[in-house]
């Protein structure tokens, strides 16, 4: 099991920068991949930004420049650095997590934190 606990929403005028963090807990030696989701009102769940254990990194297309994914694996944290935030960057924001034991890929979310931009 894996716990994913988000912190550092908000609301921010366009323009301003966030910087949201995810602190990960429990058989965290199992994960694999980390990454930031959002979900606005009426709108599917889409990928933000992606990091591999290898420090690999993906971005959507809707906010690459503008966000930095980060993990300190000492700390089990993920951070999202969020700058030049736009009024369609409101939404919740979620941190996930792929586990893999076994052979078996898990799926472990946080419980999400409110972002309003501005405008």
């Known amino acids: 099991q894996v716990q994913l606990v988000e912190s550092g929403g908000g609301l921010v005028q366009a323009g301003g920068s966030l910087r949201l963090s995810c602190a990960a807990s429990?058989?965290?030696?199992?994960?694999?991949?980390m990454g930031w989701y959002r979900q606005a009102p009426g709108n599917q769940r889409e990928l933000v930004a992606g990091i591999t254990t290898g420090g690999s990194t993906k971005y959507g297309d809707s906010v690459k420049g503008r966000f930095t994914i980060s993990r300190d694996n000492a700390n089990n944290t993920l951070y999202l650095q969020m700058n030049s935030l736009k009024p369609e960057d409101t939404a919740v924001y979620y941190c996930?997590?792929?586990?893999?034991?076994?052979?078996?890929?898990?799926?472990?979310w946080g419980q999400g934190t409110q972002v309003t931009v501005s405008s």
């Open positions: 996930a997590a792929l586990a893999i034991v076994g052979g078996y890929e898990y799926d472990y």
């Open positions: 429990g058989s965290i030696f199992s994960i694999n991949r």
